[in-house]
């Protein structure tokens, strides 16, 4: 069974804001994509998780986020789901990451 459609709707109702966000199907979840470059993806739970490296891991860690194991991505806790503008904060973080992530493996 694969994620539950409505929260799939809700998640790309709050990350509209942040850009051209679009997601797909995939590995049983929900990939989320900014410009065509992943960032976020939705677990069967359903749960929304964004792409981490060094520059944002920290923050994560220190609101308890659980890491998506293997998978360079982390929980979003509810209480910045609750708050908009924090969202928009971590999900354009996460955009950067992924867009660097993304330029290096084309190096």
Do not use: C
Not at 65 to 79: Q, T
């Amino acid at each position: 069974m694969g994620v539950d459609q409505n929260y799939i709707d809700w998640v790309m109702d709050l990350l509209e804001p942040v850009g051209n966000v679009t997601n797909k199907a995939m590995f049983g979840g929900h990939g989320i994509f900014e410009d065509q470059i992943m960032f976020a993806l939705v677990s069967k739970e359903p749960a929304l998780y964004f792409k981490v490296d060094d520059s944002n891991r920290e923050i994560y860690e220190k609101a308890g986020s659980l890491r998506y194991r293997p998978m360079p991505y982390f929980s979003v806790p509810a209480d910045i789901l609750e708050d908009q503008d924090q969202l928009h904060d971590w999900a354009k973080k996460s955009i950067e990451v992924a867009r660097a992530t993304s330029k290096s493996k084309r190096k």
